[in-house]
């Protein structure tokens, strides 16, 4: 089983529309979750940490579930801009170590 | 400071040739990583350096790999006798330190091994 799945998609949603992404995490005791966006042939960057609350920015949404192991990203009113791939990346040890990526989920958002 | 350096951005090899990648890391960051990434796949760990010294290499790093980062601050990623499946984005991030562990990342060197 891979460290951290996620779902390749693509997902393809007209502007406007709500969408989400789940990822699943193997290790029970990973201490950090992020999102990470990265632009077709750009680097990763970070998109935001993800809190056991929940948090939010903007138009994101960021939650985990630690009793199930999955974090999830939700995107309200997509934009084209937020067309990209989504990497869900946990930090298993938290001492930042080292971040495991997801193999990423692509978001095309069309007219 | 600009933010994470590579160089080069690309690098086209003949399979059996010697290549050798730099990164340059935002200079207040004492944390090194480097990742490779193939298309369709997440960033995979290499290694990491805390200053000069290598603390984690991953299963991934054959022995034709070796890092280095001899004064702290820049590093270099050296591949022997490239094979095809080496062809990958190689990228450096660099980050605070012990507890931070936000990731900058560099734009990245593509290589190609023909």
């Known amino acids: 089983r891979k460290e951290v799945e996620q779902d390749p998609g693509p997902f393809n949603v007209p502007e406007g529309a709500t969408v989400a992404f789940n990822c699943t995490y193997s290790?029970?005791?990973?201490?950090?979750f992020f999102w990470y966006r990265q632009d077709c042939r750009k680097e990763p960057k970070l998109l935001m940490s993800?809190?056991?609350s929940g948090n939010e920015d903007g138009r994101f949404t960021a939650q985990l579930n630690r009793a199930s192991q999955y974090i999830s990203l939700l995107i309200r009113d997509s934009k084209l801009s937020d067309s990209a791939t989504y990497l869900c990346v946990v930090n298993p040890t938290g001492t930042a170590s080292k971040l495991t990526f997801g193999t990423g989920t692509r978001l095309q958002v069309t007219l | 400071d600009t933010g994470v350096s590579q160089d080069p951005r690309h690098k086209i090899t003949k399979r059996g040739q010697n290549v050798t990648f730099r990164c340059d890391p935002i200079s207040e960051h004492n944390r090194l990583y480097w990742y490779r990434q193939t298309l369709g796949q997440g960033p995979e760990f290499l290694t990491y350096?805390?200053?000069?010294?290598?603390?984690?290499k991953s299963r991934l790093l054959s022995d034709r790999f070796s890092a280095e980062r001899p004064k702290g601050s820049f590093s270099t990623l050296e591949i022997q006798r490239t094979e095809q499946g080496d062809s990958a984005m190689y990228l450096c991030?660099?980050?605070?330190?012990?507890?931070?562990?936000?990731?900058?990342f560099g734009a990245g060197s593509r290589l190609t091994v023909l």
């Open positions: 350096f805390q200053n000069e010294a290598q603390l984690e």
């Open positions: 991030a660099s980050s605070l330190g012990p507890g931070a562990n936000v990731l900058t």
């Open positions: 993800v809190y056991s």
């Open positions: 290790n029970s005791a990973s201490q950090s």
